[in-house]
C-alpha cells in the first residue's frame, strides 16, 4: 500500500472515531460454568458519523451495476471456457490479467480463479458459480490494485478448499478460499457459501469491504479477516469459525486494524472472539447476534 491511500485511511477513520458516540466490543470471557457466551446488540444507526466515513465505501463499492463485459468465464467440470479478452484459462486455472468485468458461471471440481493485473481494477461476477480446489484458494488475487467480487441477483454461488494446500509451509502462501494480497470488496444482492476446510473463510491482506449480499463462512480458523481492516455498509453474514468471525490484525500502522460497522445483519458463532479488531471496533448500526467462546 502507498504512503499516500494508507494516510487517506487513517485520516478517515481518525475523523470517524472523533465523531463516535458510542463504540462497542464483543469480547467476553468465558467461565466454567457458561461454556458459551451469548450476546445480541442491535444498534440504531448514528448519522452524524455516516459522512465522516463515507470514503470508506467509494461508489463502486457501494453499486455493483456493470455496462459491459470483457469476458464470459464458463466453468464445467474440470474444464474452463473463456470467451472474450482479459483472461485465459489454462486446464481448470483461469488468470485474469487485465482491467474489466468478468462473468463467471457454472461449477469447476478442481481448480481456482487468479487475478493478476497489477495496478488495475478486476470485477469478478459470480452467476450461479461453484467453484472448489483441492489445494490451495478458490480464488486468489496474486495482484490488482482493487477487486470487487460481485454476487449476481438471485445467484446461489459456493467457493471451496481442501484440508491441505501444496503451498502448505510457504512463507506468504494464501491460506484462505478467497485469499487477496490487495483490496477487496465483496457486493451485490446473490448469495456465496465459503467453505475454508484449510485455515480462514475469506483473507485479505489489505483492506476488506463488505456492502451486500447474503454470506455464509464456514472455517476451520478466522472467518473473515482483513489486515488494514474491515468495513461493513451492508449485507447479511453468517459466520461459523473455529478461531475468530472477523477480525482486522495490522499493530504496526497507525490508525489501521479497525473494524468498522455502518449497517448489516451478522450472526457469528465463533470459537475466540466473535468480533476482534487489533485497535477500535465501531458499529453505528446493524443487528448482531454472536455465540464466541
Not at 499516500?4 to 458510542?22: D, E, G, H, P, W
Amino acid at each position: 500500500m502507498t504512503k499516500s491511500r494508507n494516510y487517506k485511511k487513517v485520516l478517515c477513520f481518525i475523523t470517524a472515531l472523533i465523531m463516535t458516540t458510542a463504540a462497542y466490543g464483543c469480547t467476553q470471557k468465558k467461565t466454567e460454568t457458561d461454556k458459551n457466551t451469548e450476546d445480541t446488540i442491535s444498534i440504531e444507526s448514528a448519522t452524524q458519523i455516516k459522512g465522516a466515513v463515507s470514503s470508506l465505501f467509494s461508489e463502486r463499492d457501494l453499486n455493483p451495476q456493470f455496462d459491459t463485459v470483457s469476458a464470459e468465464i464458463i466453468l464445467s467440470g474440470d474444464t474452463v471456457t473463456v470467451n472474450g479478452n482479459g483472461a485465459v484459462a489454462d486446464g481448470s486455472v483461469v488468470t485474469v490479467s487485465q482491467a474489466g468485468v468478468y462473468h463467471i458461471s457454472g461449477k469447476l471440481t478442481d481448480g481456482k480463479i487468479i487475478v493478476n493485473a497489477p495496478k488495475e481494477k478486476v470485477q469478478l461476477v459470480l452467476d450461479n458459480a461453484d467453484i472448489s480446489c483441492s489445494y490451495s484458494s478458490a480464488i486468489h488475487i496474486e495482484n490488482c490494485d482493487k477487486t470487487f467480487l460481485t454476487l449476481a441477483e438471485n445467484s446461489v454461488n459456493t467457493l471451496s478448499d481442501g484440508s491441505e494446500y501444496s503451498t502448505d509451509g510457504q512463507e506468504n502462501s494464501p491460506d484462505a478460499v478467497i485469499f487477496s494480497e490487495d483490496s477487496l470488496t465483496i457486493n451485490g444482492t446473490g448469495s456465496l457459501t465459503v467453505n475454508g476446510n484449510y485455515c480462514d473463510g475469506i483473507h485479505g491482506k489489505d483492506d476488506i469491504v463488505l456492502t451486500g449480499g447474503i454470506i455464509t463462512v464456514n472455517a476451520v480458523e478466522d472467518g473473515i479477516k482483513g489486515k488494514d481492516y474491515v468495513a461493513a455498509a451492508d449485507g447479511e453474514f453468517i459466520i461459523n469459525a473455529g478461531c475468530d468471525g472477523i477480525k482486522s490484525t495490522n499493530s504496526e500502522d497507525e490508525g489501521m486494524g479497525f473494524v468498522f460497522v455502518e449497517n448489516g445483519k451478522f450472526t457469528i458463532t465463533s470459537g475466540n472472539d466473535g468480533i476482534q479488531a487489533e485497535t477500535e471496533f465501531t458499529a453505528t448500526g446493524g443487528e448482531f447476534d454472536i455465540v464466541s467462546g
